[in-house]
């Protein structure tokens, strides 16, 4: 690898990680703990307290939101693993995650999308085939998938903002 490409990389990687300036009025990790509420065009009531959700629905958990065609999975007596597919988003007060298909898990604020996933964060943006994104510490890993690369435009100077 180049030099450059080796600072272009560590560039996007900080970019990355940024956290949210400093006039967000949450802290860093507080929307992993906040309440989720849901809505949907379809709900499903399943056994343990487990909700399918269909049509055009969204969660919002503290200043995050995920949308997708359909979830199911959340349960409403304990953590939850939800699997949405069809449009999915995930969007953050400073980033929007896109894939076909995601999975979150609210016993370690863990979301991983696969597909056809774009990452943005202001004009930043880069892609890849499978994407893990922790809530509480605003991290995210792209992995490229079978062509092994990730792609990704970076402006500099912008961090996101």
Do not use: C, W
Not at 16 to 32: K, V, Y
Not at 73 to 101: H, K
Request: proline fraction near 3%.
């Amino acid at each position: 690898m180049t030099k450059t490409s080796l600072l272009t990389a560590a560039a996007i990687a900080l970019v990355l990680t940024a956290t949210p300036g400093g006039s967000d009025a949450q802290s860093p990790g507080s929307s992993a703990n906040a309440p989720i509420s849901y809505g949907a065009n379809t709900l499903e009531y399943g056994t343990g307290g487990t909700l399918t959700l269909s049509g055009a629905v969204e969660l919002v958990q503290g200043q995050n939101r995920f949308r997708a065609d359909r979830m199911s999975g959340l349960n409403l007596t304990s953590d939850s693993r939800i699997e949405a597919s069809g449009n999915v988003y995930f969007v953050t007060p400073t980033q929007t995650i896109r894939g076909d298909r995601a999975t979150y898990n609210t016993a370690d604020a863990t979301i991983v999308v696969t597909g056809d996933v774009i990452l943005t964060q202001g004009e930043n943006v880069m892609t890849g085939s499978r994407l893990t994104y922790n809530v509480r510490t605003e991290t995210a890993r792209v992995d490229g998938g079978q062509s092994g690369r990730v792609r990704g435009v970076f402006y500099p100077g912008t961090a996101g903002n």
